[in-house]
């Protein structure tokens, strides 16, 4: 899935970063899930948790897991067509397999691979005008169901996600970046939004997996509140090559942030 905050530019300053060993692997903040399926290629997963807030990403996630196949061959039947998207987005399938066909669908043909919903929980993302999306890319779709083969995946909160983490296991969290501006249109993720004082309640959760002997990497933007939140594991300053402005037309290095609970 393309996903707003996708970890694919960080990817490589991510995995060098990583602890030289852990037990189970936790991504609490899923989305895309980058450094997941890098982690996956490079064979260093064991036991795999992968949540989400995102009901029908998970639900995505999981038929991806169980039933490619079924999943490949709805995306077949869709079309790169205007009228057709907009018809495709007003449906609300009842079987997984078709939801989650029609959630990649949507994804890879919307404008910006945005995903957004009006506050009856509708996708309302337009229509992208992209000359070839490849939205059955069946390699990658194959590939992506034999890493997920084996993960647990669950639509969860992030603190209930992370609750059976144990000394030794290793946890992601990439949530919602704190926004650098007042206006920037950063946390618009869900329809709660992720809040200044989610930020908060995620470094005292942050702090207890470290004091528990979990190793926890963070990623977050470079945001004074960051900073200071995470002041004594001192931040790392990384460079992503990010969208600048909030029409997304205006790309540059901005510098973001990695934490971490060891060295
Ligand atoms: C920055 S994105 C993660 C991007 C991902 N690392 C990637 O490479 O695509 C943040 C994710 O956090 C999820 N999220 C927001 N609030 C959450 C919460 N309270 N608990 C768990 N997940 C949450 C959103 O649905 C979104 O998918």
Redesign the pocket.
């Known amino acids: 899935?393309k996903?707003?905050?996708?970890?694919?530019q960080l990817l490589q300053q991510l995995l060098a970063r990583m602890p030289d060993s852990f037990g189970s692997y936790f991504?609490?903040?899923?989305?895309?899930?980058?450094?997941?399926f890098g982690l996956s290629s490079l064979g260093m997963l064991k036991e795999t948790y992968l949540?989400?807030?995102?009901d029908p990403?998970i639900e995505t996630y999981k038929v991806v897991r169980d039933n490619v196949d079924e999943v490949i061959r709805h995306l077949k039947t869709h079309r790169n067509e205007e009228d057709y998207y907009y018809h495709v987005r007003a449906s609300t399938p009842r079987k997984p397999e078709t939801r989650a066909a029609r959630l990649i669908y949507l994804n890879k043909t919307c404008f910006n691979g945005l995903?957004r919903t009006n506050l009856q929980g509708q996708y309302n993302v337009p229509f992208g005008h992209y000359k070839k999306p490849n939205f059955c890319n069946e390699e990658n779709l194959r590939a992506a169901s034999a890493a997920l083969q084996g993960a647990q995946i669950e639509c969860?909160?992030?603190?209930d996600?992370v609750s059976r983490a144990a000394e030794g296991d290793f946890v992601?969290f990439?949530?919602?970046?704190q926004p650098l501006t007042k206006t920037s249109s950063f946390t618009t993720?869900?329809r709660?939004g992720?809040k200044e004082e989610?930020q908060v309640r995620l470094s005292e959760t942050f702090r207890d997996l470290a004091s528990r002997g979990v190793h926890v990497m963070l990623?977050n933007s470079d945001a004074p509140l960051i900073r200071k939140l995470y002041k004594d594991f001192k931040p790392e300053r990384v460079y992503a090559n990010r969208a600048i402005n909030s029409k997304g037309d205006k790309r540059g290095k901005i510098s973001e942030l990695v934490v971490r609970s060891y060295r």
Do not use: C, H, Q, R
């Open positions: 899935m996903w707003a905050g996708g970890k694919g991504e609490p903040f899923v989305g895309g899930g980058a450094l997941f949540t989400d807030v995102n990403l995903y969860f909160e992030y603190s996600a992601y990439d949530p919602p970046y993720y869900s709660n992720f989610d990623s």
